[in-house]
């Protein structure tokens, strides 16, 4: 058990160094370094955050500002490396795994895609129900998934084509914040408040569920090997 002695809105794991970030609901970020149980690392904002990310090879961290600021900071000593600020009003963000772009769901639910190394928006934005409020990238970087809380519909988008991926879930699947393993053969989801079910993305079903915490799940991380799962709560535990 990780303790961040506040409620925790987000959660994500490096794929390549293991580390582990999370934002607290004060906008502050907790980061745990790789194989770390102590006390994180705080790096304290002045806005409310949406979402942080790895990116440069799980060499830095993005914080994504609720109203469009990027700050992103060294994941070793936590120092500010630069801003950007990219206009929109933005409800959740991921980065390509291995790959250069970040993913982002604004308040419209339009899908948009930022160049992490030009820092310009990369190519036309997609539509998409205006209930989604998650999105997580697949392990290989080439498709999103948008999720919702539970009343819409989840679905694949093609990163290169921008549409819809050939290969959906074979019913329309409600599930909130969803999270991919490493080896993309899982895919974990909160079903509910404090429930999380773990998919079988290659049979498109479910193979188990728990109850995690007693506040709400707000973020979901594999571990590298895929053997272990992160889940963090408003409860104030990881």
């Known amino acids: 058990t990780l303790e961040a002695g ?3 809105v987000s959660a994500i794991c490096s794929p390549e160094s293991g580390a582990l970030a999370a934002i607290g609901g004060s906008g502050a970020v907790y980061l745990w370094p790789s194989n770390s149980t102590g006390s994180p690392m705080v ?12 990116a440069r090879q799980g060499t830095t961290l993005v914080a994504v ?5 990027l700050r992103e900071y060294a994941v070793r000593g936590g120092q500010l490396m630069g801003a950007t600020n990219w ?12 790959g250069r772009l970040m993913a982002a769901l604004d308040a419209t639910g339009a899908l948009r895609f930022l160049d992490l190394e030009t820092r ?5 934005s997609v539509m998409s129900d205006q209930r989604a409020r998650y999105i997580c990238f697949t392990p290989c970087g080439s498709e999103v998934l948008l999720s919702g809380d539970g009343d819409s519909r989840s679905f694949l988008v093609e990163v290169a084509t921008r ?4 290969r959906q879930f074979a019913r329309p699947t409600k599930f909130g914040l969803a999270a991919f393993s490493p080896d993309g053969l899982q895919l974990a989801a909160s079903s509910g408040a404090n429930s999380v079910g773990i998919w079988s993305v290659p049979g498109r079903r479910m193979i188990s569920e728990r ?11 594999f571990s590298e090997d895929a053997t272990r799962l992160l889940t963090v709560s408003r409860d104030g535990l990881a």
């Open 6 to 8: 506040e409620g925790l």
């Open 43 to 54: 790096i304290k904002n002045a806005e409310a955050l949406c979402s942080v990310v790895f």
């Open 211 to 221: 109850l995690s915490h007693a506040g709400q799940v707000t973020g979901l991380a």
């Open 120 to 124: 310009s928006e990369n190519g036309r």
């Open 65 to 69: 500002g609720q109203t469009g600021t």
């Open 87 to 98: 206009a929109g009003l933005w409800r959740a963000a991921a980065a390509q795994p291995g």
């Open 163 to 166: 549409k819809l991926a050939a």
